[in-house]
């Protein structure tokens, strides 16, 4: 009887941890993602230059011819020499060449170089239609400029690039616009780069020459290689809206710009609310656009247990009680079992020889019938309650276990999730919409607060 018992009780035990399994989880529904790049090492097409374009070859500083007039520039600049981005270890055109950077690549292009260098007595010119100065801040500029020129032609980059500074404060001059971009090229800055080649070339070519308007071009379309745009939006007042971890505007508004190709971060941030989204790769010419929605902690929560069967720890402490109460039965039925046999032995130590004067008990003897059977029931059923009562702490100890393991836990989960989880359940299309072109990769987000 203890044995059967005590199988039974095992098998309970062994089917409650067994059906305490760790919960599946659900499968999330895979993200649009971009069409599908080409690998690292797909070849890439290089450009081939105009067929009426000769291929420029470097110039130098000392070898500049000295102007004719004060508003000539006193050097011919050099040809671009800036290090394309090589996907591929495929041979590359010829120096001084441009390679465009294919859009659909998705490694982070290699940084640009040029070796082209500035004339050491380069004049500004002021008949360009452009902003004039007064004839001192014009010799400032130019003091500054001619000192920042030495530095560039030295290797001097960051001395460079602060007196070209220096000279803009001066006077705003497309040359120096032109010459701080090659400072900031070998500084690996592609987005200054963009902006000072972009104010190089607004008055056309004659503030800065026809070589150096063409050259600008050229590293223009260079740098395109290195850059993305963003459009990023949001309609929460007083959200602070920060991309990279760099605070853009404050909410409502949109802020657009211009930024280096890869990964990106976005992040709203007000009292109660918070949204942070990382944009997937950010291909070259490429534009990213997407709506923050702010929603509070509380809205991103979620609850998810161990195991499915929640009802199970439970079961295996109730069963443990069971068998503690079924092994208190049995303590009992042992304590009366015991009570029995002293009452009998009471009754037959009663039987007595009268000697006078005194009554000498008899006793009774071992084989006397039931005392025996009485008292062996009583120690099995005994031996069994105390087997109950072991098996009971087990149980509820397994059961307590198990139901602290399997405790609802918060988590939270993104705005994206919650916009699809709107989404399965509202009779409207979905909220949270990814966009994926060859010109454009992004996600736009729509829905009500």
């Given at each position: ?5 005590a ?17 599946r989880?659900?499968k ?53 020499t800036a ?21 659909g ?8 170089k ?11 010119q002021?008949?360009?239609g452009?902003?004039t100065v ?39 001059h ?8 090659l ?19 607004k ?25 993305a ?19 853009v ?40 656009r997407?709506?923050?929605k702010l929603?509070?902690?509380?809205e991103?929560?979620?609850y ?23 092994g208190g039965?049995?303590?009992y ?5 015991f ?9 037959c130590?009663?039987?007595?020889v ?12 071992s ?5 025996l059977?009485?008292?062996?029931s ?9 087997v109950?009562y072991g ?5 509820i100890a ?30 409207h299309?979905?909220a949270f ?14 829905g009500?607060?």
């Open positions: 009887m203890i044995k059967a018992l199988v039974g009780l095992g098998l309970v035990l062994g089917a409650g941890v067994v059906s305490a399994q760790p919960k989880t659900p999330r529904k895979p993200p649009v993602s971009a069409p599908k790049s080409p690998k690292a090492d797909d070849k890439q097409p290089a450009a081939t230059p105009p067929a009426d374009t000769p291929n420029p070859k470097p110039g130098d500083a000392t070898g500049a011819t000295p102007p004719a007039s004060p508003a000539t520039p006193t050097a011919t600049p050099a040809p671009p290090t394309p981005p090589a996907p591929t270890p495929a041979p590359g055109p010829a120096s001084g060449t441009v390679t465009p950077i294919s859009s690549a998705r490694a982070k292009p290699a940084p640009l040029t070796d082209e260098k500035a004339g050491t007595n380069e004049a500004l002021k008949n360009a452009y902003k007064s004839k001192a801040d014009e010799d400032r500029a130019v003091t500054a400029f001619r000192q920042a020129n030495d530095y560039l032609n030295n290797g001097l980059f960051p001395q460079a690039a602060a007196r070209y500074r220096e000279a803009l404060s001066f006077w705003d497309p040359a120096v616009h032109y010459n701080l971009a400072a900031l090229i070998n500084l690996d800055q592609p987005i200054e780069v963009f902006d000072q080649l972009n104010e190089a070339i008055y056309g070519n004659d503030p800065i020459g026809q070589d150096k308007f063409d050259h600008a071009k050229e590293y223009l379309k260079l740098v395109a290689g290195q850059l745009d963003i459009e990023v939006s949001c309609t929460k007042v007083g959200a602070k809206i920060s991309v990279d971890g760099k605070e505007f404050t909410a409502p508004g949109s802020y657009k710009a211009k930024v280096r190709v890869g990964k990106h971060t976005f992040y709203g941030d007000k009292e109660g609310y918070n949204a942070r989204v990382t944009a997937p790769f950010i291909g070259p010419g490429e534009t990213f997407i709506e923050l929603y509070t902690a509380k991103l929560t979620r998810r247990r161990r195991w499915d069967k929640e009802w199970m720890p439970y079961t295996v402490i109730g069963a443990g009680a069971l068998v503690g109460i079924i039965g049995f303590e039925l042992a304590s009366s079992n009570k029995d046999f002293d009452t009998a032995v009471a009754k130590n009663t039987t007595s009268m000697n006078s004067p005194k009554t000498t008990p008899m006793g009774c003897p084989s006397t019938s039931g005392l059977d009485m008292r062996n009583g120690n099995t059923k005994r031996t069994i309650g105390i109950g098996v009971a702490g087990a149980a397994t059961g307590a276990v198990l139901a602290y393991l399997n405790r609802s836990q918060p988590y939270q989960i993104r705005p994206e999730d919650l916009e699809e989880e709107k989404a399965e359940t509202a009779a299309p979905v919409t990814p966009i994926v072109s060859p010109e454009m990769t992004g996600a736009m987000v729509q009500h607060f």
